[in-house]
């Protein structure tokens, strides 16, 4: 924090921030600040670095999305490779997440910021000159341990960075680069794709991330302020081990086990991944006794909004995982369409996204609470139901503009989950635990997008044949896409009824906590 934002945050009443972690800890609840000066405006271009850095890694998610088919062909994939060029990022990522939010909070989220950064670009450029599929592979696994680094470092910047009161604002904000993200993405891996720049022909949509990365990691080492947990803390290896295991364990028998035959040690595998997810949860309470330095902060889970909050982004990404390659191989591979074609029938989806991702947290969350995000799960579904009808009705002879109001209803729907999800998530976490609840956050839900890809074997493979003549391709594809919709529709059923867990209303949208003085309000108690 700057001289000039010590100062506003003193004149608003606010404690002293403490960025080295040795200060008191900022209520997760306040009150609205009196009028008063500007705020700082390296806080605004702190979070301008820390949002592009959330944008390139939407964007390289579905980027990649709509370039597989071109991977396929020209890199000779398999279908197993082509999922782990996705699960693997997706795995890797999940894994790695909490371990980068705690160590932001041990060594400096500025600091690890950085590294992911830098790490990320890197690991970009080694994807885009990837040999063989194992390359990027592997280019792409290095890719998703980076981005593990940076991404928990965003929530945690804004919550140690922003008081409560101006979180809904930055997480408004945030909605609106997912949805941009959601936009940009599809479309510039078509264009890049179709211009086939320098006959790369896939590769610039991996490279594409050089000059973005390089001027983020210069910017942010200049305007990020440090700050770290009020407390000492330690890595702890144990818990980053048995995570990782566990969820290789489950995701790799998913993602091989069609390809194989389903042998008995898939099942054995995945079966054993409970047993090792048991322990590190035994493991994880031993630990926070021992010396209060877990891997995973359990104390998190007793604090009702950031438990429903888990179930419910955990549910949500298996859904995402599943659809967007789904959709993609239908409509490229399925209905034959170039990637210009197929990024473009992504577009009304994408700004319905935008759109409803920033009025839900400003106008409509205030006002109704929890009810915005049941009904994105109740509008989204609808979207399915829609698409899965016309899919059928039209077959191969459905044009982009057929698909375009599903899509947009899918689209509102998503947009009135994804930002006041995260506020709800995060709004009763106390400060010093940012890090690890934004771990936690990105890890389940990326958890669940990596379990999402790896049914898609299950829900969307298991209905093609293994050798199929040209002209049975395309019904093929459209008959598993609509399997496969089934279950996502059925999957927002159920996070319809997660959410009735959630809290009827964010702590900060709470009726009378904006007439609560700042010196009074306290720590939300933790819910048993």
Request: aromatic share 8%; glycine share 12%.
């Amino acid at each position: 924090m700057t001289p000039n934002d010590r100062n506003a945050s003193q004149e608003r009443g606010e404690p002293r921030d403490q960025p080295q972690g040795t200060g008191t800890r900022r209520p997760a609840v306040a009150a609205t600040a009196p009028s008063g000066p500007a705020p700082d405006r390296a806080r605004w271009l702190a979070l301008a670095i820390v949002m592009t850095a959330a944008f390139m890694d939407l964007v390289d998610v579905t980027i990649v999305n709509i370039a597989i088919p071109s991977i396929e062909r020209s890199a000779h994939a398999s279908v197993s490779q082509i999922q782990w060029i996705t699960a693997g990022y997706a795995l890797a990522f999940a894994a790695g997440l909490i371990t980068g939010g705690r160590l932001g909070d041990i060594h400096g989220r500025k600091r690890l910021f950085l590294i992911g950064i830098g790490g990320f670009t890197l690991a970009s450029a080694l994807c885009g000159f990837a040999a063989n599929p194992e390359m990027l592979v592997a280019s792409r696994i290095l890719q998703g341990g980076m981005a593990a680094l940076m991404v928990p470092q965003v929530l945690s910047i804004v919550h140690a960075t922003f008081p409560a009161h101006e979180r809904g604002k930055v997480f408004g904000l945030f909605g609106a680069i997912v949805g941009l993200g959601a936009v940009s993405g599809p479309l510039l891996g078509a264009l890049l794709t179709e211009w086939n720049l320098f006959g790369l022909e896939w590769r610039p949509i991996f490279l594409i991330n050089l000059p973005v990365g390089v001027l983020a990691w210069i910017l942010g080492r200049r305007f990020i302020t440090e700050s770290k947990a009020p407390k000492a803390l330690k890595l702890d290896l144990v818990g980053v081990t048995l995570v990782s295991l566990g969820l290789l364990m489950l995701l790799y028998p998913l993602t091989r086990g069609r390809e194989l035959g389903w042998p008995l040690w898939g099942y054995v595998c995945m079966a054993g991944a409970l047993a090792v997810f048991a322990a590190l949860v035994s493991y994880e309470k031993r630990k926070a006794a021992r010396d209060g330095s877990p891997l995973i902060e359990l104390s998190l889970f007793r604090v009702k909004s950031f438990a429903a909050g888990i179930a419910v982004q955990t549910v949500f990404g298996v859904a995402l995982g599943i659809f967007f390659l789904v959709w993609t191989l239908y409509m490229q591979i399925g209905l034959g369409w170039r990637p210009l074609r197929a990024g473009l029938t992504g577009v009304p989806f994408s700004i319905a996204v935008s759109v409803a991702a920033g009025l839900s947290v400003q106008q409509l969350v205030p006002r109704f609470g929890r009810k915005v995000l049941q009904a994105g799960a109740l509008v989204m579904g609808t979207g399915v139901l829609i698409y899965l009808w016309e899919a059928h009705r039209y077959g191969l002879a459905i044009t982009p503009w057929q698909m375009a109001p599903p899509l947009v209803v899918m689209g509102l729907g998503m947009g009135l989950i994804v930002a006041p999800l995260t506020d709800a998530v995060l709004s009763e976490v106390p400060r010093e635990h940012a890090g690890s609840a934004s771990g936690l956050i990105n890890t389940v839900q990326q958890m669940g997008n990596a379990l999402g890809l790896g049914l898609v074997s299950v829900v969307f493979f298991g209905q093609i044949g293994d050798r199929l003549a040209l002209a049975q391709v395309g019904p093929a594809f459209v008959h598993a896409f609509q399997h496969a919709l089934w279950y996502v529709a059925g999957i927002m059923g159920v996070i319809f009824l997660l959410m009735c867990a959630l809290p009827k209303r964010p702590a900060q949208h709470v009726e009378g906590a904006a007439q609560e003085a700042p010196e009074t309000v306290k720590e939300p108690e933790l819910v048993s």
